[in-house]
């Protein structure tokens, strides 16, 4: 009797052994599946996502370029304006006489270069239109004072404290145009940003 007890103990633990295994191995197999289709959906999921995102950044892309071009094109202009200006500027504080053809040249430039950034001022960074307020208040009057001050040296006898007076006037106003290279670099870096030429 006991050792049909034990036969039976061994071929129930046999038994039990291999329903484990089984059930084991079945558990196992259905976890493999079930991870499986959860990485097929997450990556499904993604992949839907990131088509979304495509299709989003290719519609903005397709909307938002022209405005791109536009300010690309605005501060290509405005620099080009501001290079003119700064040769007419040179020219214009050293040439004599209200009535000079320089004088009008300047004040044509300048009034092309104030106008042509009021009309593009939005398309504009906020750092150019910092330097170019600070830069277009005071230029005119600068040179306006540069070349009044160059015909009161030329034009009248003046003592030597008159005189130093009067190049200090001078400087205040070369000053205000040494603004000028400051503008153009910044439009050189804004458009070289806006290009993706670093």
């Known amino acids: 009797m006991w050792e049909a007890i034990a036969a039976n103990a061994v071929v129930l633990g046999i038994l039990g052994f291999l329903f484990k295994s089984i059930f084991s191995h079945w558990l196992d197999k259905d976890v493999s599946k079930f991870k499986l289709k959860i990485e097929e959906d997450a990556k499904k999921t993604i992949a ?21 071009e536009k300010q690309a094109n605005a501060i290509l202009e405005l620099f080009t304006l501001s290079v003119e200006f700064e ?18 040249k300047f004040i044509n430039c300048w009034q092309n270069l104030i106008g042509f950034y009021e009309k593009h001022k939005i398309l504009l960074p906020e750092s150019i239109e ?41 400087d205040k106003a070369l000053a205000v145009l040494d603004q000028l290279p400051a503008l153009k670099k910044e439009l050189t870096s804004k458009l070289r940003s806006l290009v993706g030429v670093h």
Request: charge should be negative; glycine fraction near 6%; proline fraction near 0%.
């Open 87 to 104: 040769k007419q500027v040179q020219r214009s504080t050293h040439t004599a006489g209200n009535k000079s053809e320089e004088y009008e």
């Open 48 to 68: 839907s996502y990131q088509s979304e995102l495509e299709k989003e950044r290719i519609r903005l892309q397709i909307s938002y370029g022209g405005i791109f």
């Open 130 to 170: 910092e330097i170019f307020e600070k830069f277009s208040n005071g230029t005119f009057w600068s040179v306006e004072e540069y070349r009044r001050t160059e015909q009161r040296i030329f034009g009248q006898n003046i003592t030597n404290e008159q005189l130093d007076k009067q190049f200090l006037k001078q």
